[in-house]
């Protein structure tokens, strides 16, 4: 018979137990491409810079519903909750006007949703991309709204706009040498880089910007298209190569789409990665305002947050869109300009997002794990030494990365992080700073 070895332990109560030693369980390593040495090397680094005292760049690992039960309990609601009543409606109305899906898949897309915001681990991630998620749904569903509910369509309104303001239509100037060299100059940002710099650009932000940098990105990016897809349903305007085909008579919702000057790709490379997508897309007439150039733009503007000294390489980026777009004939030079420019949509949607929400880098810190404490929001005017008020509060470090901002935090020059007992999904809306919050809040 097998011996089982105990322990004698003795508690606050000077009670005796015994209990068995708890065997270890460990997971096998996963096989990766990184050198196990210089995995260790990176590893060690990391740990000795972040903080003992901060917990800032750490991250949700539980899977119990409870811990979003509880932050829903404690969080305190407010007029900008809103946000989340309007994204489920706009999924209910794109799931009931889809016709591709059945009930089935709708009732179990919903439901995957659902749980993927219940548990910790996972709402972490998907909690500041539903703006992003709903973007994506509402475009997609703009092909079965009924042509009878839709506004006419405007294809006069661009070219008329390009002549009086530019004296010309830059887009058919611009192509009008095409070269296979500047086709695939324009090919790269429009076709290629414009759907993977996202993730890129995630990526970085996650390593290197101010804790609580990336989920203000993920919701700015997502409001910003999602503002773009509704101003297109709303005020439809054919593209440039509407007019080279069909000049300027009346358009209609059963018109198909083109590929216009990426289809010299798909005849260079002999694939079909354009034409058919194009030619199918859901939303046809939306050439104002450009989302190529208002990603690039949002892109850019988040990028020149976090490293400033490249500002004028991210500038030429979006200077490249601008000219792909115009060169492959899918957008007006006026649609680039609504769709970028502060004061319209990219503008507008960043410049609200940092003058509220986006934490404030800090040029001593290199990596997210740096950080021991983050300020939110713009400069506060008036007398202050760079941590908002002298005699402001200062909470110990225990909020998440993901923390957007804090009830304990004043919305402009605020101190982040908060003290332990902050709802964690409060942390997660972007309308969690109050004024008149901070007063409230007493020392841990």
Known sequence: MP?????????????ESFTS????????????????????????????RQSPASSLASLQTSFSPAHTLRSLRAHRWSFYDGQYLFLALLAIFCLSIIETAGPLAKTFVAMLLMTVLVVPISRQFFLPAIPILSWVLLFFSCKFIPAEYRPPIWVRVLPALENIFYGANLSNVLSAHKFVILD???????????????????????????????????????????AGVIIQLTFPCSPPWYENLFHL?????????????????????????????????????????SL?????????????HVFPKLRP??????????????????????????????????????????SKYLPRNQSDKEFRWDYDYTEVGDVSSGYSYD???????????????????SSSSISSGSISPIDEGQSLWEGDTLASHSDGESSDRSRP
């Open 3 to 15: 011996k089982s070895t105990f322990f004698l332990r003795s508690d606050h109560s000077n009670n």
């Open 21 to 48: 030693p708890k065997i270890p369980l460990t997971w096998p390593s996963l096989p990766t491409i990184i050198p196990h040495r210089l995995r260790r090397k990176l590893r060690s680094k990391l740990r000795t």
């Open 184 to 226: 695939v100059l324009a090919w790269l940002p429009y076709g290629i880089i414009h759907f993977g710099a996202p993730f890129v650009v995630s990526a970085v932000l996650f390593v290197f910007a101010a804790p609580g940098t990336l989920p203000v990105f993920a919701r700015s990016f997502g409001y910003m298209n999602l």
């Open 249 to 289: 008579a009346p358009a209609n919702y059963g018109m198909s789409g083109s590929p216009a000057g990426l289809a010299r790709i798909d005849d260079l490379f002999g694939l079909d990665m354009y034409t058919t997508n194009f030619t199918a897309s859901p939303l046809v007439f939306g050439a104002f305002p």
């Open 292 to 304: 190529h150039a208002g990603c690039a733009t949002t892109l850019a503007l988040f990028m020149s």
């Open 313 to 354: 390489f991210f500038i030429g980026y979006v200077l490249w869109i601008w000219w792909a777009t115009m060169y492959l004939s899918h957008h007006y030079a006026v649609d680039l300009v609504g769709g970028s420019l502060p004061y319209k949509v990219a503008g507008v949607v960043f410049y609200i997002a940092r």
């Open 387 to 405: 941590l908002a008020d002298i005699d402001a509060d200062f909470h110990a470090a225990s909020g998440d990365e993901w923390t957007i901002g």
